[in-house]
């Protein structure tokens, strides 16, 4: 009887040892939206490390610190302008005014977003432009910070998986390499580069 209850012990205390060494199964597709987290954490760090460059009123430093940002925006792209497009046009929409096109009872819309920064700050930056330039770059960190608190609602699987990484493809072919995105900066192919990187990133997570 004693042994029975020792055996009984012994393979109670097997099961509980693996229940709690065993993890669970991630997806690749729940890989690439921990590292676009990951990834929309650091942008949302080089946002701030812009203002404090901005309060500081050093135009190089501005210059710099921006195109990081920007190149920090680049490698989470993808999955922005893919599951969250409503913030993209926020963080980094045209220049120019615009209509919502599913919204269009609304009135025009003035632009938002990095490209608009870059304009204030290439090719050199004029302190005059520092308000303007705080309150874009204000209303972008809080729709970035607002976007970190909306993933669960989103749920990533292989196929919108590809599906973004493909559309990133061709918005770097479309946009990023012909400088359209970076038209005064003229930093498009290191961002191009940046994005392509992520995108080799996200990929090897399918790999054997």
């Known amino acids: 009887m004693t042994r029975y209850i020792l055996l009984i012990t012994a393979l109670l205390m097997v099961v509980i040892f693996f229940s709690f060494s065993i993890k669970p199964y991630t997806t690749p597709s729940q890989k690439v939206k921990t590292s676009y987290l990951a990834g ?13 460059a901005i309060d500081s009123g050093n135009k190089k430093q501005i210059q710099t610190q921006f195109l990081q940002s920007r190149n920090s925006y680049k490698k989470i792209e993808a999955v922005i302008e893919y599951y969250y497009d409503s913030y993209a046009i926020n963080l980094n929409g045209p220049p120019i005014p615009f209509f919502e096109e599913n919204e269009p009872y609304k009135l025009e819309t003035e632009p938002l977003g990095m490209q608009v920064i870059e304009g ?6 004029d302190s005059k432009n520092k308000p303007a330039l705080k309150y ?18 989103i749920e990533f699987n292989d196929a919108t998986v590809f599906d973004a990484l493909i559309e990133q493809v061709y918005r770097i072919t479309a946009l990023g390499i012909t400088g359209f995105d970076s038209q005064t900066a003229q930093n498009a192919l290191p961002e191009c580069a940046a994005s392509l990187k992520e995108l080799q990133h996200f990929i090897s997570f399918y790999q054997l």
């Open 120 to 125: 204030l700050i290439f090719p050199e930056y």
């Open 40 to 52: 929309l954490n650091g942008y949302i760090n080089e946002l701030k490390a812009l203002q404090l």
């Open 136 to 153: 874009q770059l204000d209303e972008m960190l809080r729709h970035a910070i607002e976007l970190s608190a909306v993933n669960d609602a």
